[in-house]
């Protein structure tokens, strides 16, 4: 596989965002820890997930998603590798149609592993 090249505008735009990146999580969690002195709680993971929760930077969408790519690989598994069963079995603990689910499995590796590497 060859190398991807960036044109320049892209090049800029990655630039952009990465320290825009930088910048929204030093935001957050500056954020974060002033509501924590304010309310005398210990800054905690918990906390910061419910933070991020309530202002609406994980969505509901986001979380069901996250909870399928997590529960798929256990689920195929206790359905000996039928992927219908499977996806049934999670259709009835995550509350998304199954072909919304199955969009998710089949579109995992393209539109969104690629954003585990920052991309």
Same mark, same amino acid.
């Given at each position: 596989?060859?190398?991807?090249?960036?044109? *320049?505008?892209?090049?800029?735009?990655? *630039?952009?965002?990465?320290?825009?990146?930088?910048?929204?999580?030093?935001?957050?969690?500056?954020?974060?820890?002033?509501?924590?002195?304010?309310?005398? !709680?210990?800054?905690?993971?918990?906390?910061?997930?419910?933070?991020?929760?309530?202002?609406?930077?994980?969505?509901?969408?986001?979380?069901?998603?996250?909870?399928?790519?997590?529960?798929?690989? *256990?689920a195929l598994y206790d359905n000996n590798g039928c992927r219908s069963r499977a996806v049934a079995d999670l259709e009835d603990i995550i509350p998304v149609s199954d072909r919304k689910i199955f969009g998710w499995l089949t579109?995992?590796? !393209?539109?969104?592993?690629?954003?585990?590497?920052?991309?």
């Open positions: 596989m060859g190398e991807e090249r960036l044109t *320049k505008e892209e090049a800029r735009k990655a *630039k952009m965002q990465a320290a825009l990146n930088v910048e929204f999580r030093v935001t957050v969690a500056r954020k974060y820890e002033m509501q924590c002195r304010r309310e005398g !709680s210990e800054p905690s993971l918990s906390g910061l997930m419910e933070f991020a929760y309530r202002h609406g930077l994980v969505r509901d969408i986001d979380i069901n998603r996250f909870m399928v790519f997590e529960r798929y690989p *256990k579109n995992l590796r !393209s539109r969104y592993l690629r954003y585990r590497n920052g991309r």
